[in-house]
């Protein structure tokens, strides 16, 4: 068997041997790979761009049950209620139920955050004041968007009293002139609220595209819907066990009051197969016809979707070459061997029979000169 220093001998002095068409080809290929991996290094760093898609992973933590992450949109004229929210989940647990599936004590088998917004004017003691769109949120929303909090604390679904409210740094400084504003007042149409805490907004890239606004105030929804009462929940989240593949999605499809709104299944927005739909759809994902306005955190993931399918594509695009090329070289190389084999095999063979026929008449031979000596195995004198 030939060894490795010679393999690279023998590759070294082919090189050597190039000439300018040779090595105009080499450094192409070269180029062409290193360009597709690229690409697949940033569709890597894309997928892991934005933390609202992570829910599913850090609930799952280190138990062996699958979760998935989903959420629903909704048309504007077609928002639910807190009353649907608490119906659908009581149809969920009783599926989760008939479906065998519990909760470890003292745990949850799912969580879930609901949202909506509303047009609302702000002000504070200092004389600041703003016409904002709140957000008003339910559930455990800042479990899945985990805001990362500058001063106080987040509001939550058990808070005794629903007049708190979260604010960004911008609707802060221009409110209050700072950041460290827990429990400072402030009022919302004119009603007071208490500042629980002030959020550091998403600084990847795809949030600084998709957020739009001035400023932002997060509030509890039922709070928003006293003050606007035409206010609804237009977007729903939730992590719910996923044993089999499809069954999250199945069994919140048939018991979400979605209508025409949407559904989508964050945990494998990244996945090849959902990437080559995106791919397949990419004309049409800029038409809405439902009434769906996505609030900002799913089109920065949209737009982290659009970024992966055309790396994706670039990526298999930049790869063909190199590969056919290498294929055409193993095909060179199958029928060189098969062109050798073919001329050497039948002289092998033919050596082979050919020596075996002469050890054959060797040892007729020589068996022959045993039977012609006398008794006693000695030649006469």
Same mark, same amino acid.
């Given at each position: 068997?030939?060894?490795?220093?010679?393999?690279?001998?023998?590759?070294?002095?082919? &090189? #050597?041997?190039? +000439?300018?068409?040779?090595? /105009? %080809?080499?450094?192409?290929?070269?180029? $062409?790979?290193? @360009?597709?991996?690229?690409?697949?290094?940033?569709?890597?760093?894309?997928?892991?761009?934005?933390?609202?898609?992570?829910?599913?992973?850090?609930?799952?933590?280190?138990?062996?049950?699958?979760?998935?992450?989903?959420?629903?949109?909704?048309?504007?004229?077609?928002?639910?209620?807190?009353?649907?929210?608490?119906?659908?989940?009581?149809?969920?647990?009783?599926?989760?139920?008939?479906?065998?599936?519990?909760?470890?004590?003292?745990?949850?088998?799912?969580?879930?955050?609901?949202?909506?917004?509303?047009?609302?004017?702000?002000?504070?003691?200092?004389?600041?004041?703003?016409? &904002? #769109?709140?957000? +008003?949120?339910?559930?455990? /929303? %800042?479990?899945?968007?985990?805001?990362? $909090?500058?001063? @106080?604390?987040?509001?939550?679904?058990?808070?005794?009293?629903?007049?708190?409210?979260?604010?960004?740094?911008?609707?802060?400084?221009?409110?209050?002139?700072?950041?460290?504003?827990?429990?400072?007042?402030?009022?919302?149409?004119?009603?007071?609220?208490?500042?629980?805490?002030?959020?550091?907004?998403?600084?990847?890239?795809?949030?600084?595209?998709?957020?739009?606004?001035?400023?932002?105030?997060?509030?509890?929804?039922?709070?928003?819907?006293?003050?606007?009462?035409?206010?609804?929940?237009?977007?729903?989240?939730?992590?719910?066990?996923?044993?089999?593949?499809?069954?999250?999605?199945?069994?919140?499809?048939?018991?979400?009051?979605?209508?025409?709104?949407?559904?989508?299944?964050?945990?494998?927005?990244?996945?090849?197969?959902?990437?080559?739909?995106?791919?397949?759809?990419?004309?049409?994902?800029?038409?809405?016809?439902?009434?769906?306005?996505?609030?900002?955190?799913?089109?920065?993931?949209?737009?982290?979707?659009?970024?992966?399918?055309?790396?994706?594509?670039?990526?298999?695009?930049?790869?063909?070459?190199?590969?056919?090329?290498?294929?055409?070289?193993?095909?060179?190389?199958?029928?060189?061997?098969?062109?050798?084999?073919?001329?050497?095999?039948?002289?092998?063979?033919?050596?082979?029979?050919?020596?075996?026929?002469?050890?054959?008449?060797?040892?007729?031979?020589?068996?022959?000169?045993?039977?012609?000596?006398?008794?006693?195995?000695?030649?006469?004198?």
């Amino acid at each position: 068997m030939m060894n490795r220093p010679n393999i690279f001998r023998r590759m070294l002095s082919a &090189v #050597k041997g190039f +000439g300018f068409k040779q090595w /105009f %080809f080499l450094v192409l290929n070269v180029l $062409l790979v290193g @360009g597709s991996i690229g690409c697949l290094a940033g569709l890597g760093s894309v997928s892991h761009a934005l933390s609202t898609l992570n829910a599913a992973e850090q609930f799952r933590g280190q138990g062996d049950t699958r979760f998935a992450q989903l959420a629903c949109y909704l048309p504007v004229d077609d928002g639910k209620t807190e009353d649907d929210i608490r119906s659908f989940r009581q149809s969920l647990e009783a599926q989760l139920v008939e479906q065998s599936l519990e909760a470890a004590e003292g745990g949850r088998l799912y969580i879930d955050a609901y949202s909506g917004t509303a047009q609302v004017t702000v002000g504070s003691d200092n004389g600041g004041n703003a016409s &904002v #769109k709140a957000i +008003g949120v339910g559930g455990d /929303f %800042f479990y899945f968007h985990p805001l990362r $909090l500058r001063a @106080g604390a987040y509001i939550k679904s058990d808070d005794l009293m629903d007049d708190l409210v979260v604010l960004d740094e911008e609707m802060a400084w221009r409110l209050f002139g700072g950041t460290d504003l827990a429990g400072m007042t402030m009022t919302i149409n004119g009603k007071p609220f208490v500042v629980s805490g002030v959020i550091a907004r998403e600084t990847d890239f795809a949030t600084n595209k998709a957020y739009t606004g001035d400023g932002g105030v997060f509030m509890s929804f039922s709070a928003l819907n006293r003050l606007v009462e035409t206010a609804s929940i237009t977007s729903y989240e939730i992590v719910m066990p996923n044993p089999i593949t499809g069954f999250a999605r199945n069994i919140t499809a048939d018991n979400f009051p979605l209508g025409n709104g949407d559904l989508v299944e964050n945990s494998s927005r990244y996945s090849l197969t959902h990437l080559w739909e995106v791919i397949g759809t990419f004309g049409q994902r800029s038409m809405r016809t439902n009434g769906v306005i996505y609030p900002y955190w799913e089109n920065a993931v949209r737009l982290t979707e659009d970024y992966a399918a055309l790396l994706l594509t670039l990526a298999v695009l930049l790869a063909l070459y190199p590969l056919l090329t290498a294929l055409v070289l193993i095909i060179k190389d199958i029928r060189r061997a098969y062109r050798f084999a073919k001329v050497k095999i039948p002289e092998k063979v033919d050596e082979a029979v050919e020596k075996r026929r002469e050890e054959r008449l060797e040892k007729a031979f020589e068996k022959k000169e045993e039977e012609g000596k006398p008794d006693g195995g000695s030649e006469p004198s």
